[in-house]
């Protein structure tokens, strides 16, 4: 009976696989740390006391970080690319609520995350990160 049990519990791990919806171009980030604190008091983040505006913040993330102020609420979204391989041209610039990737191909929403001009079939969106607001305070990280 142990046999048995032991067999169809190994053809059942055999069996599994992974799911063919996976797409394998969204693996391009690494699930880099992140625990960021700002003061929105302070004057590089003034922009964001008004709904519709971002800001990018570098030496974060893959690509540096970018904070939007949605109007019901704050977002953080990882500044790479998710559908290019890491490059020189991979980094989003922000403009409100819209980031563009810099090899002028991609354009992104900083409200869902999701790409904005998807002609090509891609389906990747943004790497999300959590955003806590506590006072004039904004913590964003991933754990």
């Keep these: ?11 059942l791990c055999l069996s ?25 008091n302070l004057p ?8 519709g505006n971002s800001i990018r913040i ?5 690509a540096g970080i970018i904070i939007a102020n949605t109007g019901s609420g704050y977002t953080a979204w990882d ?9 020189a041209c991979s980094a989003l610039s922000a403009n409100g609520l ?3 990737c810099g090899c ?3 354009t992104y929403s900083f409200v869902t995350g999701q790409l904005l001009n998807n002609s090509s079939g ?3 969106s943004l790497k999300n990160y959590r955003v806590e607001k506590t006072g004039n305070s904004l913590f964003i990280s991933n754990y």
């Design 1 to 11: 009976m142990r046999t048995l049990l032991s067999l169809l519990c190994l053809s």
């Design 16 to 40: 599994c696989s992974k799911s063919n919806d996976e797409d394998e171009n969204c693996k391009f980030l690494l699930n880099v740390g992140v625990g960021l604190r700002i003061n929105l």
């Design 44 to 51: 590089e983040f003034g922009n964001l006391q008004s709904p």
């Design 58 to 62: 570098s030496n974060e993330g893959n």
């Design 79 to 87: 500044a790479s690319d998710p559908n290019h391989i890491p490059s």
């Design 98 to 100: 819209q980031g563009t």
């Design 104 to 106: 002028d191909d991609n």
């Design 122 to 124: 891609l389906r990747c």
